[in-house]
C-alpha cells in the first residue's frame, strides 16, 4: 500500500500579496497548492505497519508554483515566491473542536501562548 491511497488530493489555488524584487510592487498572486487531505478511513487491507502510518498522516498541502510573473505592466518579470511556506500542515476540523466557538477559544489559546497576554478584551 502506497501513503497516497491515504489521502484524497485534489488542486487549489489561493491568494497571497507578494511583492516583487524588481519594481518593489505589492500585488495578489494565485499560487496553485497541491491539497492532499487525510481519508476518514484506512483503506481495506491494512496490516498493522500501515495501520500505524495512517494514524500517524496528516492532511497538508504543497505549493506547485516556484515562479511568477510580475503584475506591474512595466515590469512583467518573473520572480521566485518568497515567505511563502512550499508545504504547510492543515488542522483537521475534528480536532479544533466542536463547533465555532471551539475554534475561536483555540485561537485565543494560541493567541495568549504566542503573545503572553492573559486578558485579550
Known amino acids: 500500500m502506497n501513503e497516497r491511497d491515504f489521502f484524497d488530493e485534489r488542486a487549489e489555488t ?17 499560487l ?5 487531505r487525510k481519508r476518514s ?9 500501515e ?3 495512517f494514524a500517524k498522516a496528516q492532511s497538508y498541502m ?3 508554483e516556484d515562479m511568477v510573473g510580475c ?9 521566485e515566491v518568497a515567505g511563502v511556506q512550499s508545504v504547510a ?3 483537521d476540523t475534528a480536532t479544533v473542536g466542536a463547533g465555532p466557538t471551539g475554534a475561536v477559544a483555540d485561537r485565543e489559546s ?8 492573559k486578558n485579550l478584551g
Open 14 to 30: 489561493r491568494k497571497h500579496t507578494l511583492i516583487c524584487p524588481h519594481c518593489n510592487q505589492p500585488g495578489e498572486y494565485e
Open 32 to 36: 496553485g497548492w497541491m491539497v492532499r
Open 41 to 49: 478511513q484506512i483503506p481495506r487491507g491494512a496490516d498493522d505497519r
Open 51 to 53: 495501520r500505524a502510518m
Open 62 to 64: 504543497v505549493r506547485r
Open 71 to 79: 503584475k506591474n505592466i512595466r515590469c512583467r518579470k518573473r520572480f
Open 89 to 91: 500542515y492543515l488542522e
Open 110 to 117: 494560541r493567541i495568549r501562548a504566542a503573545f503572553g497576554r
